[in-house]
C-alpha cells in the first residue's frame, strides 16, 4: 500500500469521525517518541480526538479565565496564565515556554529533526 493511500484512509477516517486535528501530524508527533514502533488506526483516531478535546478545553478555561472576554479574545499569556494557576493543567509549566518565536522554533526544528516514517 502506497504512503498517499494510507494518508488518504487516514484522512477519510478523520473527516468522518468529526475530527478537525491533522492526523498525520498527530501520528508524526506520536512516532517521535522513540518508545513508539508502530502506531495502529485506532490508537491514531483515539489519540486525535483526545488531544483535540483537550485542546478545546484548554481553550475554553483559558479564555473564561483570562483576561481577553471582554474583547473576544484569547492570547498566549492567558493559556500561560491557566496552566500555571489550574491543577489540572500544571503538568503544562514544565513544558509551556514563557514565549518562543517562530524562528526560535524553526532552529530548535533544524537542530533536532524528526524523521518521518511510514506506519
Known amino acids: 500500500m502506497s504512503g498517499n493511500k494510507v494518508e488518504d484512509n487516514v484522512d477519510h477516517a478523520s473527516n468522518s469521525k468529526g475530527i478537525s486535528l491533522?492526523?498525520?501530524?498527530?501520528?508524526?508527533?506520536?512516532?517521535?517518541?522513540?518508545?513508539?514502533?508502530?502506531?495502529?488506526q485506532e490508537a491514531l483516531l483515539l489519540t486525535t480526538k483526545a488531544t483535540e478535546l483537550f485542546v478545546q478545553y484548554l481553550a475554553l478555561s483559558s479564555f473564561l479565565n483570562g483576561s481577553g472576554k471582554d474583547k473576544n479574545t484569547l492570547s498566549y499569556s492567558d493559556l500561560a496564565n491557566t496552566a500555571e494557576e489550574?491543577?489540572?493543567?500544571?503538568?503544562?509549566?514544565?513544558?509551556?515556554?514563557?514565549?518562543?518565536?517562530?524562528?526560535?522554533?524553526?532552529?530548535?526544528?533544524?537542530?533536532?529533526?524528526?524523521?518521518?516514517?511510514?506506519n
Open 22 to 40: 491533522p492526523m498525520t501530524r498527530v501520528k508524526l508527533i506520536m512516532k517521535s517518541s522513540p518508545e513508539v514502533s508502530s502506531i495502529n
Open 86 to 118: 489550574t491543577e489540572t493543567f500544571q503538568f503544562l509549566t514544565d513544558i509551556l515556554p514563557r514565549k518562543i518565536l517562530v524562528r526560535d522554533y524553526l532552529k530548535s526544528l533544524e537542530e533536532n529533526p524528526v524523521e518521518e516514517a511510514d
